[in-house]
């Protein structure tokens, strides 16, 4: 079992600049969480994808989106890049039903120059 | 909304040594609690989890913690650390699907 698989593992993107990261979860986990974990701080909840839909979601602003695909993986889109996106920003997997433990993927370092 | 307060930023200690990461949440129901740890350039690994009966739990690597709902504490002890443990320890409660974390213990385990 490869685990939760994130991908890239770093990026360098301007600001302004668009992004996109990726994540695949664990086997037999449907739900898909984010989080971003700015340096030196504890990780925030974005958002959480169950079902391809978005169930749950933190306190972020619209330029942060998402989607789960059929086979449940997911992507996370970032707009209009600021330099405070800067962050580590990682990506857990659950299984909704049983109310299973959270498995976090490596992380995707983004940074915003 | 919960939170959780870890106190101490950083914690130093010398090999072999125990040690204790403070962790406290606010909460006036039923909770689930997690303590998480980051090496260098890594993701989270769960370390110990509270979900319900026993109020001590144990991890494989020696760690545990015990929930203490009086005093809204779930406290990680290690009687002998080791050089290794040296890392980022982050507290984390289930509220109730997403997970709300402090802002972490950097233990720091000298030789």
């Known amino acids: 079992d490869a685990g939760v698989t994130q991908s890239p593992t770093h990026l360098i993107k301007t600001r302004g600049q668009q992004v996109t990261l990726r994540c695949s979860p664990k086997?037999?986990?449907?739900?898909v969480s984010w989080y971003q974990q700015a340096l030196g701080q504890g990780p925030q909840f974005i958002f959480q994808?169950?079902?391809?839909?978005?169930?749950q979601r933190g306190n972020f602003p619209d330029r942060f989106s998402g989607h789960q695909f059929p086979n449940y993986s997911s992507e996370l889109n970032v707009n209009a890049l600021l330099l405070g996106d800067s962050a580590l920003y990682l990506c857990?997997?659950?299984?909704?039903?049983?109310?299973?433990?959270?498995?976090f993927g490596q992380g995707t370092r983004l940074t915003v120059v | 909304a919960q939170s959780v307060t870890q106190l101490d930023s950083q914690v130093p200690v010398f090999e072999e040594a125990p040690v204790e990461l403070r962790c406290n949440y606010s909460s006036s129901v039923s909770v689930y609690l997690f303590w998480y740890v980051q090496y260098p350039n890594q993701g989270l690994q769960l370390l110990l989890k509270y979900l319900s009966g026993s109020t001590l739990v144990e991890s494989i690597n020696g760690f545990e913690a015990e929930f203490n709902k009086s005093q809204t504490s779930f406290h990680l002890r290690k009687p002998s650390v080791h050089i290794s443990d040296t890392a980022e320890y982050f507290c984390?409660?289930?509220?109730?699907?997403?997970?709300?974390f402090g802002t972490g213990t950097r233990l720091q385990v000298f030789p």
């Open positions: 086997s037999g986990h449907d739900t």
């Open positions: 857990a997997s659950s299984s909704l039903v049983g109310n299973t433990e959270a498995f």
């Open positions: 984390a409660v289930s509220d109730p699907d997403k997970l709300i």
């Open positions: 994808y169950y079902e391809e839909e978005e169930r």
